[in-house]
């Protein structure tokens, strides 16, 4: 298993592991936000391949397979559901993800071309909670240009990559884990699809954050 909490030295000679943080969205918890998650996923080689997110305040287990549109399971209610694709309207807002601490200009810089052409809707949460609104078409596209660790973004990857979007780094390459020297990652964009990535990278191109 590979997690903060555990020794890690040795896991380049894995060739498969668990990835697991069973606190994602600390500062959420701390301040007593329903917005913090458990994060799991399996690795195989160097690919997310089975992915869960449980959001316990509300109840759900998101979970699935890479090639598979994933699961949604409601405790409360008993009840499964799966994922259902939803058709791409060029007139609905492009809805973005924020941290509640998205203090950094660059921010501001990446969202202002998207807003000479499309109305946009911030929507501010918790870490990996912003992976769960993207399953349910609150959130399109989610930048970050701040640090995270692998455990962090691995299932929200995989989950995203079984319904046609993904998480890629700013120069456009998908995450691989459990491969780099460092556990932390650098900045990256996550989109619900493929529309959504286009606007997001022409965004990123025009906003000057790479420069």
Known sequence: VLSEESDYSARHDWSS?????????????????????????LIEGRETIFSVIVVPCEQVVYLGYLKELPFKYSFSQQQWYQYQKEPYSTQAPVQIGLSHSSKNPKYHKFIEPIEKNRTVIRR????????????????????????????????????????????????????????????????????????????????????????
């Open 124 to 211: 501010e949460a918790g870490s990996a909670y912003k992976f769960c609104m993207m399953l349910e078409g609150e959130i399109d596209i989610y930048p970050r240009f701040h640090p995270t660790s692998e455990w962090d973004t691995s299932s929200g990857q995989g989950l995203l990559e079984s319904i046609g979007g993904g998480l890629l780094t700013l120069k456009g390459k998908p995450f691989e884990y459990n491969q780099r020297d460092t556990v932390l990652n650098g900045g990256f964009i996550a989109f619900r699809d493929q529309e959504s990535k286009k606007i997001a990278f022409e965004a990123l191109a025009q906003s000057g954050v790479l420069d």
């Open 17 to 41: 592991c668990w990835m697991l943080d069973p606190l994602d969205g600390t500062k959420e918890f701390i301040h007593e936000r329903d917005e913090f998650t458990i994060n799991l996923s």
